[in-house]
């Protein structure tokens, strides 16, 4: 068992019992089994959804860090927040589990309130020069945005493509920054049967060098 992982389900363990909470209350907040709230404290379950760990942090007043390990006290006495840095969007969920996360970015406190944000490692070099591949993008999540936004998009299923997003009546199109790369039409009826979904909007880019 790794250290972060016994430490994740020992503080678990601990904050529930703190919080006078049952197994079946923590399940219930997390629309989980309460078998699975279980093994979540046993460790039987090593890859916990890290939407979880933040809905528990939540629910015992504490920061997600604080419960991996990565935080000896409270986020909130702090001036800015961490969140985690993906290598990939996994398909469906833009945030899957702890082994995802490469990596963790501060973000202020002030811009954490406004919504739940994630980071991204961008791969490729669509987006060049503005971004380039390495760099991380600070992302809010949500599931659309205004035309002339940049946004982090998953195309049938896929890995996720950061692009420019133009909304037109009949669809929408995804631009590169790179010229040489060629944009990318989806009909209204394309968007549907594909999928083409927004995971979320770009609000900031931090170049790696």
Known sequence: MSSTLEVLRQRIKRMRTNKNLTLKEVANYLG????????????????????????????????PQYLMGWEKQNLSNKKGIKIPVLRRVPSGVPIEAVEDIIDYEEIPVEMAKDGEFFGLQIK?????????????????????????????????????????????????RLMPSNPTYEPLYFSDKEIEEKPVKIIGRVVENRQKY
């Open 32 to 63: 989980i089994k309460e078998a699975t709230a279980q093994r979540y404290e046993s460790g039987d379950i090593k890859n916990i959804p890290y939407d979880n760990i933040v809905s528990m942090a939540k629910l015992f007043d504490c920061s």
């Open 124 to 172: 490729g070099d669509s987006m060049e020069p503005r971004i380039c591949e390495g760099d991380v993008v600070i992302v809010r999540k949500q599931d659309d945005a205004e035309s002339g936004d940049l946004v982090i998009a998953m195309i049938n299923g896929d890995e996720a493509t950061c692009k420019r997003l133009m909304k037109y009546s009949d669809g929408i």
